[in-house]
């Protein structure tokens, strides 16, 4: 088991080394610098997009892990907007139907979690992209 987490230290490592290479954060530092600027014009309040944008760097640098999903609930929120039966469009039902009862119960719990977190994201993304 440490040689996994020691792979998996290194492979982080390597990624840290490669973003500062790449110059990543410079590139972070100088989009934030401009986003601030335009909040700031726009009479935002700068620590909330601060808040928004560092979290968004955070969530590229752990990889998003439900960038498909999400974006198939942004494509839904932009044709439709809020429907009220999204969990049931956003359910896989080849998978649902070969679940029992109960795995369907935490199926659904599931996809619920997942829909309210990718509408969260939708939603303070909205907020602060569609200033620029």
Same mark, same amino acid.
């Given at each position: 088991?440490?040689? !996994?987490?020691? /792979? #998996?230290f290194?492979?982080?490592?390597?990624?840290?080394?490669?973003?500062?290479?790449? &110059? %990543?954060?410079?590139? $972070?530092?100088?989009?934030?610098?401009? #986003?601030?600027?335009?909040? /700031?014009?726009?009479?935002? #309040?700068?620590?909330?997009?601060?808040?928004? %944008?560092? &979290?968004?760097?955070? $969530?590229?640098? /752990?990889?998003?892990?439900?960038?498909?999903f999400? *974006?198939? !609930? /942004? =494509?839904?929120?932009? @044709?439709?907007?809020?429907?009220?039966? @999204?969990?049931?469009?956003?359910?896989?039902?080849?998978?649902? @139907?070969?679940? &029992?009862?109960?795995?369907?119960?935490? $199926?659904?719990?599931?996809?619920?979690?997942? $829909?309210?977190? =990718?509408?969260?994201? %939708?939603?303070?993304?909205? *907020? %602060?992209?569609?200033?620029?």
């Open positions: 088991m440490p040689k !996994v987490e020691e /792979k #998996n290194r492979s982080v490592a390597r990624e840290a080394k490669a973003r500062l290479k790449s &110059g %990543f954060w410079e590139h $972070y530092r100088e989009d934030l610098a401009g #986003n601030l600027a335009r909040a /700031k014009e726009e009479g935002l #309040n700068e620590s909330k997009v601060e808040r928004y %944008f560092a &979290g968004k760097v955070t $969530y590229t640098i /752990k990889g998003g892990e439900d960038d498909a999400y *974006e198939k !609930v /942004k =494509a839904l929120l932009l @044709a439709e907007g809020e429907v009220s039966d @999204a969990i049931g469009r956003l359910t896989d039902r080849e998978e649902f @139907a070969k679940l &029992g009862y109960e795995d369907r119960q935490r $199926y659904t719990l599931r996809l619920s979690e997942r $829909y309210l977190r =990718a509408l969260e994201r %939708f939603r303070r993304e909205q *907020e %602060f992209e569609r200033h620029g």
